[in-house]
């Protein structure tokens, strides 16, 4: 069965620190890998997503990801954290054998302290 | 561009009470469309997904149902609420199958 893992619940960044968000997959086909951020009360925003290509893929507001087939991971980044980045940001897998869903990860909440 | 709405925002029902939740998208054709649920502290878990109008798959069994009446329109019910259904509801659309692009959500208590 598909599976995604975000195996960190809680993250607590100082502002201006680098971050990375980690993201697991267990899928049977070639993945489509999505990251998305929630603020509080809202809905998911698009970051980056990964198709084919290039392993590194640069989203908004300063994310990237980079996918790499031998961990089954594709984890987020960003060198430099600012307070407005605290969020709830999930991990998600789709495949094209697998129609049109895709999988959620639990999800990693990010704390950003001054 | 595409634009995609849900309201209401916010709902508070008592149980056994219906429920109708609306989701339209605006700026595209023939969108596939998604109801996701979203319990406190939980991840998504999604309920119903549409490829077109009158065609709903159920991805789990439960007290909720889906409709499609118009191409871009995608309606939540459910007849008798439960507690168990409070959580912040998801609508999503995509064209190309893979990329989802989500509404604000809507708050369901259910008290």
């Known amino acids: 069965a598909q599976s995604v893992t975000q195996p960190d619940i809680h993250i607590t960044v100082s502002e201006g620190a680098s971050l990375e968000l980690r993201c697991n997959y267990s899928y049977g086909a070639t993945p489509y890998l999505f990251w998305y951020v929630q603020s509080p009360g809202q809905g998911l925003q698009l970051l980056l997503k990964y198709f084919s290509g290039d392993t590194l893929v640069q989203g908004i507001k300063g994310f990237e990801a980079e996918f790499k087939r031998s961990q089954s991971s594709f984890n987020l980044r960003k060198p430099s954290v600012h307070w407005s980045d605290a969020a709830e940001y999930f991990c998600?897998?789709?495949?094209?054998?697998?129609?049109?869903?895709?999988?959620f990860g639990a999800g990693t909440i990010l704390r950003v302290k001054s | 561009s595409q634009t995609i709405h849900q309201w209401p925002a916010t709902l508070v029902q008592p149980v056994g009470s219906p429920l109708s939740l609306e989701c339209t998208v605006e700026?595209?054709?023939?969108?596939?469309l998604y109801w996701y649920r979203q319990a406190a502290g939980r991840g998504l878990q999604l309920l119903f997904y549409s490829v077109g109008i009158g065609q709903i798959s159920s991805e789990v069994p439960q007290n909720l149902s889906a409709s499609r009446p118009q191409d871009r329109q995608f309606i939540l019910s459910s007849k008798k609420l439960l507690l168990s259904d409070s959580g912040f509801y998801l609508c999503a659309w995509s064209v190309s199958p893979e990329t989802q692009y989500f509404g604000p959500g809507t708050r369901l208590l259910v008290l």
């Open positions: 998600a897998v789709g495949a094209r054998e697998y129609g049109n869903k895709l999988v």
């Open positions: 700026g595209t054709s023939n969108p596939n």
